[in-house]
């Protein structure tokens, strides 16, 4: 209490300080607040807001950070309140759907919250991260079967946004439906290539491959009529590697089986489906950094010991890749959504 009392002194006199010297803009207060925020003063970061709020009412930038710092500090009344007003505003956008939104969450208002998403989905239906934010209601709410309907159609039309890939892929992984976790853990690290859950997606991918080429179960999947036509043609061309994948799944071997399926996919079903992750794969190629990309792909989760001798073996490749990445944005076109069946 003490703390909290000689922190808000210090933020009084911050203002008084500042508003002698000039009125300080709401920008400014903004900025101050999102300070307080990484610091953890959650307290003071909703007092600086409100007092944002006071010199520009109906702000649509300070609703929506006023709302999420009451939120972190646990004040959901006045982060439902501002929220709402929020999403009222004439200006709204789908991050105002998504704070208000971790508010219902948090007190288990699954109804108000479903309102909420499928409100902001009839305003902004292109939205992957208001997708994304119903699947992951729908999935606390243990209706997964329309929570993927969701993310799916998060995939289809805001294919950029990545969570919904990743969510995906984790569900089709425990239906053991592993096309789609190859195809989706693919796009997914291609989007997010260093972040927390790439790892484990890419563990996911590994997995994939393995069940596929593992004796006859590609033939099985071909007989299938569940999956999508994509999919099936995407299987007719693996299909045609499987004897390169008796020896074991490893990153070298994986090069030469994906080098063979880009060709035949170029030479048998690239008209009938553009991708743009074959695409990516085939420029990799044609930079010589094809062989790098599979073994950041592969190489470390397989085997960390084989993957840095190769990382020591091929430095120009390695370095070559990493400025790659660095220096270009994987970008996922709209209409190449192939997955209905």
């Not at 004040?75 to 998504?98: C, H, L, M, N, W």
């Not at 991260?129 to 699947?135: C, P, R, S």
């Not at 606390?140 to 969570?163: F, R, T, V």
């Not at 085997?303 to 990445?325: I, R």
Request: neutral net charge; contains cysteine; hydrophobic residues 40%.
């Amino acid at each position: 209490m003490v703390k909290k009392c000689l922190i808000s002194v210090c933020l009084f006199c911050f203002l008084t300080t500042v508003c002698v010297a000039q009125q300080p803009t709401v920008i400014q207060m903004r900025d101050s607040a999102k300070t307080l925020l990484q610091h953890g003063d959650y307290y003071n970061a909703t007092q600086l807001l409100e007092f944002a709020l006071q010199h520009a009412p109906g702000n649509l930038e300070v609703l929506k950070d006023l709302s999420f710092a009451s939120y972190l500090h646990k004040d959901f009344s006045r982060a439902i309140e501002t929220g709402k007003q929020a999403v009222e505003s004439p200006d709204a956008d789908p991050q105002a759907y998504q704070i208000l939104g971790l508010s219902y969450k948090e007190l288990l208002l699954y109804k108000e919250c479903g309102k909420l998403y499928k409100s902001g989905l009839k305003k902004f239906p292109t939205s992957g991260v208001l997708y994304n934010e119903y699947a992951e209601l729908l999935a606390m709410d243990s209706n997964l079967e329309e929570a993927i309907i969701q993310w799916e159609k998060g995939i289809k039309e805001d294919p950029e946004y990545s969570s919904n890939y990743y969510n995906a892929l984790m569900y089709y992984a425990n239906a053991e439906q592993w096309v789609r976790v190859l195809l989706y853990g693919e796009l997914f690290v291609n989007r997010e290539s260093y972040t927390t859950r790439t790892e484990a997606v890419k563990t996911q991918v590994i997995t994939a491959y393995k069940k596929l080429y593992n004796g006859g179960y590609i033939r099985l999947l071909l007989n299938n009529k569940s999956i999508s036509a994509f999919e099936k043609a995407v299987l007719e061309v693996m299909e045609n590697s499987i004897s390169m994948a008796q020896n074991g799944i490893t990153p070298e071997n994986m090069g030469q089986i994906r080098r063979r399926f880009l060709i035949e996919w170029r030479q048998q079903k690239a008209n009938s489906y553009p991708f743009h992750l074959f695409d990516h794969e085939e420029y990799l190629v044609t930079q010589n950094l094809f062989d790098a990309y599979n073994q950041w792909l592969f190489g470390e989760i397989m085997n960390p010991v084989t993957f840095h001798a190769w990382e020591m073996d091929h430095p120009k490749e390695v370095s070559g890749f990493k400025a790659f990445q660095q220096n270009r944005v994987f970008k996922i076109p709209t209409g190449q959504y192939y997955f209905s069946k």
